[in-house]
């Protein structure tokens, strides 16, 4: 798939995208305040940024003004919208605005300065180059992992803040003109007088390109509603170029089983709910269309659990998960005896009717992903970068998905084959250890490996290995005859293997995959 990196994006790139040299179809410089006497009804706004998937908010375009509505749900299940008025700065607001939107929802733009209060907003703020914008943090700052930000934090650059009575309190010379993005679920907690809020809960949306498209939110704080929409056409590429060159045959009739043992009120398996995929696209759960998109079936449970929320006790997970030939195991506590070959599920001891202290184990003998090795965790770069990134970079999971079902696998210490994962981590590779970024430069920054000099094919009419290079220049019928089902691959530096490499072959030869030099900023080859 198109790799799409979270850091790609610095220097000249960013000045690009704030417009300073960019060749815009904006008649009027964004990033400027305008003159107070200007009548509020110009259309200074030359490209609006069109959501297709996104549910829980809307944006509107008025002259200087855009309104930005926001569906906001309480802990009661209740939805409650909030309306903002994003202002050009410099112009005036009138009677009418002042009485029609809330103080702390009336913002001028481009937005000067931003406060977080949940790491999870991070990659939609990077993905712009705007983490220079964020002065200050609401929380535990032990759980956030990009380099780059904790690097401000350490340089003062940012003024991390435990909770929200200690914003409240912050000093007399904090920044002015702060807006506060607010993940909570349940409306936020009061803010400091006359600060701004905006709620950022791109979570609450369920089809995984409407959460990206929480980047229009961003776009229109910071005027970047062109850069925006160029890149959620970088992205839709993104998405087609896994559907296109990673899916997997539907002759293959794989079937995959998600969940792990939940820590909360009792240790139970935690699955997706019955019918969780039966929805339309809409309605069903991210990984349902990441897990259909790559050509598998997700299975459901077919009774509800007896653990709270409907979890599963180990018998349960057995029916739910007996014919599945893939695990993805959504946690870090993946538990198992090298000994007995079994899983350690619920703590609930079976047969007795209590809740044991430990975990018990999974008394079943022919789960396929076990005797195969195809369960795979969400560790590859730890479990907070899971939670940081992953709503921001669905995209690379739905890759990563796609990766573990064709065989795309990874060459345990060597260069690699495919697509490199970005979130999934096999659990029976021992060389699979977490590894989270250390250093902000180029820390997210995908690099660029030429095929040739990671693998080469063998060419059976030949009798000899041949690089990309040559397969890319052969007509169609050679190129195919070359990418058949089963052929010898040699990595260099490393062992010859048996691999199966008919979708690999395309996808590494520089068409798809991790060795293509890919930037938001270029224009992404089209996958129809």
Same mark, same amino acid.
């Given at each position: 798939?198109?790799?799409?990196?979270?850091?790609?994006?610095?220097?000249?790139?960013?000045?690009?995208?704030?417009?300073? !040299?960019?060749?815009? =179809?904006?008649?009027?410089?964004?990033?400027?305040?305008?003159?107070?006497?200007?009548?509020?009804?110009?259309?200074?706004?030359?490209?609006?940024?069109?959501?297709?998937?996104?549910?829980?908010?809307?944006?509107?375009?008025?002259?200087?003004?855009?309104?930005?509505?926001?569906?906001?749900?309480?802990?009661?299940?209740?939805?409650?919208?909030? !309306?903002?008025?994003?202002?050009?700065?410099?112009?005036?607001?009138?009677?009418?605005?002042?009485?029609?939107?809330?103080?702390?929802?009336?913002?001028?733009?481009?937005?000067?300065?931003?406060?977080?209060?949940?790491?999870?907003?991070?990659?939609?703020?990077?993905?712009?180059?705007?983490?220079?914008?964020?002065?200050?943090?609401?929380?535990?700052?032990?759980?956030?992992?990009?380099?780059?930000?904790?690097?401000?934090?350490?340089? %003062?650059?940012?003024?991390?803040?435990?909770?929200?009575?200690?914003?409240?309190?912050?000093?007399?010379?904090?920044?002015?003109?702060?807006?506060?993005?607010?993940?909570?679920?349940?409306?936020?907690?009061?803010?400091?007088?006359?600060?701004?809020?905006?709620?950022?809960?791109?979570?609450?949306?369920?089809?995984?390109?409407?959460?990206?498209?929480?980047?229009?939110?961003?776009?229109?704080? +910071?005027?970047?509603?062109?850069?925006?929409?160029?890149?959620?056409?970088?992205?839709?590429?993104?998405?087609?170029?896994?559907?296109?060159?990673?899916?997997?045959?539907?002759?293959?009739?794989?079937?995959? =089983?998600?969940?792990?043992?939940?820590?909360?009120?009792?240790?139970?398996?935690?699955?997706?709910?019955?019918? =969780?995929?039966?929805?339309?696209?809409?309605?069903?759960?991210?990984?349902?269309?990441?897990?259909?998109?790559?050509?598998?079936?997700?299975?459901?449970?077919?009774?509800?659990?007896?653990?709270? +929320?409907?979890?599963?006790?180990?018998?349960?997970?057995?029916?739910?998960?007996?014919?599945?030939?893939?695990? %993805?195991?959504?946690?870090?506590?993946?538990?198992?005896?090298?000994?007995?070959?079994?899983?350690?599920?619920? /703590?609930?001891?079976?047969?007795?009717?209590?809740?044991?202290?430990?975990?018990?184990?999974?008394?079943?003998?022919?789960?396929?992903?076990?005797?195969?090795?195809?369960?795979? /965790?969400?560790?590859?770069?730890?479990?907070?970068?899971?939670?940081?990134?992953?709503?921001?970079?669905?995209?690379?999971?739905?890759?990563?998905?796609?990766?573990?079902? !064709?065989?795309?696998?990874?060459?345990?210490?060597?260069?690699?084959?495919?697509?490199?994962?970005? +979130?999934?981590?096999?659990? %029976?590779?021992?060389?699979?250890?977490?590894?989270?970024?250390?250093?902000?430069?180029?820390?997210?920054?995908?690099?660029?490996?030429?095929?040739?000099?990671?693998?080469?094919?063998?060419?059976?009419?030949?009798?000899?290995?041949?690089?990309?290079?040559?397969?890319?220049?052969?007509?169609?019928?050679?190129?195919?005859?070359?990418?058949?089902?089963?052929?010898?691959?040699?990595?260099?530096?490393?062992?010859?293997?048996?691999?199966?490499?008919?979708?690999?072959?395309?996808?590494?030869?520089?068409?798809?995959?991790?060795?293509?030099?890919?930037?938001?900023?270029?224009?992404?080859?089209?996958?129809?």
């Amino acid at each position: 798939m198109l790799v799409v990196s979270r850091a790609l994006v610095s220097g000249s790139t960013v000045a690009l995208m704030l417009g300073a !040299t960019a060749v815009s =179809a904006q008649p009027y410089d964004l990033q400027q305040c305008m003159d107070p006497d200007l009548d509020p009804t110009t259309e200074i706004f030359a490209t609006k940024f069109k959501k297709k998937f996104s549910r829980n908010w809307k944006l509107t375009y008025k002259g200087t003004r855009k309104e930005l509505q926001i569906d906001k749900f309480g802990y009661s299940g209740k939805t409650g919208k909030q !309306t903002h008025l994003l202002y050009q700065c410099g112009t005036s607001i009138s009677k009418q605005e002042q009485n029609k939107f809330k103080p702390k929802f009336r913002i001028p733009v481009p937005v000067q300065a931003v406060v977080l209060n949940s790491a999870s907003i991070l990659p939609y703020l990077e993905h712009f180059g705007l983490l220079d914008k964020v002065t200050g943090y609401i929380g535990n700052i032990e759980y956030v992992v990009s380099p780059c930000f904790l690097e401000r934090i350490e340089n %003062f650059d940012v003024v991390a803040y435990d909770n929200m009575d200690d914003y409240r309190n912050r000093p007399d010379d904090h920044t002015e003109g702060e807006v506060v993005l607010d993940n909570t679920y349940g409306e936020p907690e009061t803010l400091p007088a006359g600060k701004k809020l905006l709620s950022f809960v791109p979570y609450h949306e369920k089809h995984p390109h409407a959460m990206w498209e929480w980047h229009g939110v961003i776009a229109a704080l +910071f005027n970047l509603d062109e850069k925006a929409q160029k890149q959620e056409a970088v992205l839709q590429n993104a998405y087609k170029c896994s559907k296109r060159l990673l899916k997997a045959k539907k002759s293959a009739k794989i079937k995959v =089983a998600w969940g792990y043992v939940s820590n909360y009120d009792g240790q139970y398996w935690d699955v997706p709910p019955q019918n =969780a995929c039966a929805g339309t696209p809409m309605t069903k759960p991210y990984y349902c269309s990441l897990i259909e998109l790559c050509g598998a079936e997700l299975l459901t449970p077919t009774v509800e659990g007896s653990g709270n +929320f409907n979890n599963l006790n180990n018998a349960e997970f057995i029916d739910y998960a007996k014919d599945a030939d893939y695990l %993805f195991y959504a946690s870090d506590n993946w538990a198992f005896d090298e000994k007995t070959k079994r899983i350690l599920g619920s /703590d609930w001891k079976e047969g007795e009717g209590e809740l044991e202290e430990s975990r018990q184990y999974v008394e079943f003998d022919d789960f396929k992903f076990i005797k195969n090795n195809q369960v795979y /965790d969400v560790q590859a770069t730890g479990l907070d970068d899971w939670f940081e990134s992953k709503n921001g970079e669905l995209e690379q999971l739905g890759a990563d998905i796609c990766a573990v079902l !064709t065989e795309h696998k990874q060459y345990k210490g060597q260069k690699f084959l495919g697509h490199k994962r970005r +979130f999934l981590r096999n659990v %029976f590779y021992t060389n699979e250890v977490p590894q989270p970024p250390t250093k902000c430069e180029g820390a997210y920054r995908k690099t660029c490996l030429d095929a040739p000099a990671s693998f080469t094919l063998y060419d059976k009419s030949t009798k000899k290995y041949i690089n990309c290079r040559k397969v890319q220049k052969m007509n169609r019928k050679k190129k195919k005859k070359i990418c058949m089902s089963s052929t010898l691959v040699k990595v260099k530096n490393g062992l010859t293997m048996q691999r199966r490499v008919g979708p690999l072959c395309e996808a590494s030869c520089g068409l798809c995959g991790n060795n293509v030099c890919f930037k938001w900023d270029e224009e992404g080859r089209s996958y129809v």
